[in-house]
């Protein structure tokens, strides 16, 4: 594999959510990344064994209850730089592989957990999932319209954005650290911490009095006419984003507002107005108008495009955002580098390989490389 990780030796074991997702990013860098799985494989090579995110490294199955299984992911263990788990804590400890157990063997291995709610605190051992720890991040709770129920925002803030992101946020900068003090460490990624801090412009507004405990009552939760989604005549739909003053004047000018005598466009107590003439624009013409309208103005005005239209649409065309990877499209590595560039990534896994090939490979790459003592 190339990449800027290419020559990382990565331990994943077989979890859901974050944990393989940050596991196909480390593969999408280059990395080599060798996923455990268990031997009736619920999640991986048995009812899933085509999961596109496992793309990019190999498997070998393994009961890690067994002393033979176990030691055989002990040996790998010592020849790795990462191993990602994602059990609740303690788990990894009475298998014999929690972070003592894998420092005694190999000092210099970073070490990434990833749970729901941490390494410790009064809900550390409890189960949940991405909408749990959303709505006691107090994130939930802000994302929907006004008067009417939370809205879950799919997974993408729990498990992937404070979730793997910032396991990897961890694991890079450990590694990075281990350059200078020859040590590994234990990376404790909460998605409950990552979340919050993902949130932190939120917070920041909220306790500077800019931001309302109400959800939809904001300029970015879809309070503001400026920064909201659009029905068209035809169905579809246009994402409007004028928060600039003259982007909003282009909104105007594009939706033939622009004579009117309008309230500010700060006004709050006018945004209903607002609203309501938007409204009626939009609808009054299909989405491809709208297209054709803010095509080319700066406006921040969007077509609301589903998965398989913005697999077409002309800049994620342009930039391979996208591709078809053995019959299924997805999408490519990112981000990019000028100088240690990513290669297409392999298909998943249909089968397990032998931890002695693994090994031999591991122990053939750490013999040929440079002497930096």
């Not at 730089?81 to 059990?87: P, Q, R």
């Not at 939706?255 to 107590?269: C, K, M, V, W, Y």
Request: proline share 6%; charged share 20%.
């Amino acid at each position: 594999m190339s990449g800027p990780l290419a020559g990382i030796k990565v331990i994943e074991l077989a979890s859901i959510g974050p944990g393989p997702h940050a596991g196909m990013i480390l593969a999408d860098l280059g990395a080599d990344v060798v996923r455990v799985e268990r031997r009736d494989a619920p999640f991986g090579l048995g009812t899933q064994g085509r999961n596109e995110q496992l793309r990019g490294r190999r498997v070998i199955v393994a009961d890690l209850k067994s002393g033979a299984d176990r030691t055989t992911v002990v040996e790998l263990v010592k020849q790795a730089d990462v191993l990602i788990e994602g059990y609740r804590p303690g788990v990894a400890e009475r298998l014999g592989l929690g972070p003592e157990e894998c420092h005694a063997v190999n000092p210099r291995l970073v070490y990434g957990r990833m749970t729901g709610w941490g390494q410790d605190g009064p809900l550390a051992n409890r189960a949940g999932h991405d909408i749990n720890y959303l709505s006691i991040a107090g994130i939930l709770n802000a994302v929907g319209r006004a008067g009417q129920r939370p809205v879950p925002p799919l997974n993408l803030i729990g498990d992937y954005g404070g979730g793997s992101t910032y396991l990897l946020i961890g694991i890079l900068a450990a590694l990075w650290e281990r350059e200078r003090s020859g040590n590994g460490q234990v990376i404790d990624a909460a998605m409950i911490d990552g979340a919050s801090n993902l949130a932190h412009m939120l917070w920041s507004m909220y306790g500077g009095g800019a931001w309302n405990i109400n959800r939809g009552e904001n300029f970015l939760d879809g309070g503001a006419p400026f920064y909201d989604t659009y029905e068209c005549a035809d169905g579809g739909y246009m994402a409007v984003g004028a928060v600039e003053p003259q982007f909003y004047q282009r909104l105007l000018e594009g939706t033939s507002l622009a004579g009117e005598d309008l309230p500010g466009q700060h006004d709050r107590a006018g945004w209903p107005t607002i609203r309501a003439r938007l409204t009626e624009a939009f609808l009054a013409e299909p989405r491809r108008h709208w297209e054709n309208v803010f095509g080319s103005v700066d406006a921040c005005v969007t077509p609301v495009l589903s998965l398989d239209e913005a697999s077409r649409h002309e800049h994620v065309v342009a930039r391979r955002i996208v591709e078809n990877m053995g019959g299924i499209v997805q999408p490519t590595p990112a981000p990019r580098f000028s100088r240690t560039g990513t290669s297409t990534p392999e298909r998943p896994p249909s089968h397990a390989v032998s931890a002695d090939d693994i090994l031999a490979d591991w122990s053939a790459a750490s013999a040929n490389e440079p002497d930096v003592s």
